[in-house]
């Protein structure tokens, strides 16, 4: 059994393609988790949410990062 692993979608992707890339790993449609993303951003206050995005974006790596 292959382990799946979390990276940031080249293919489906808004901004960073962090929501793109866990909605393939979670096998849920990415819109779903926008949608979700900017509830939480609200609920939270944009500046943390902006934050863990960014932190997010920095440590997720593509694929293309790995393999190269």
């Known amino acids: 059994m292959r382990m799946k692993k979390l990276y940031r979608s080249q293919t489906n992707k808004k901004l960073a393609g962090l929501c793109g890339g866990l909605g393939e790993y979670l096998d849920i449609d990415p819109t779903i988790i926008r949608l979700?993303?900017?509830?939480?951003?609200?609920?939270?206050?944009?500046?943390?949410?902006?934050?863990?995005?960014?932190?997010?974006?920095?440590?997720?790596?593509?694929?293309?990062?790995?393999?190269?």
Do not use: S
């Not at 509830?39 to 997720?60: E, K, Q």
């Open 36 to 68: 979700f993303a900017v509830v939480f951003a609200f609920a939270t206050g944009i500046i943390p949410f902006v934050i863990g995005y960014l932190i997010g974006w920095w440590v997720v790596p593509t694929i293309d990062e790995v393999k190269a």
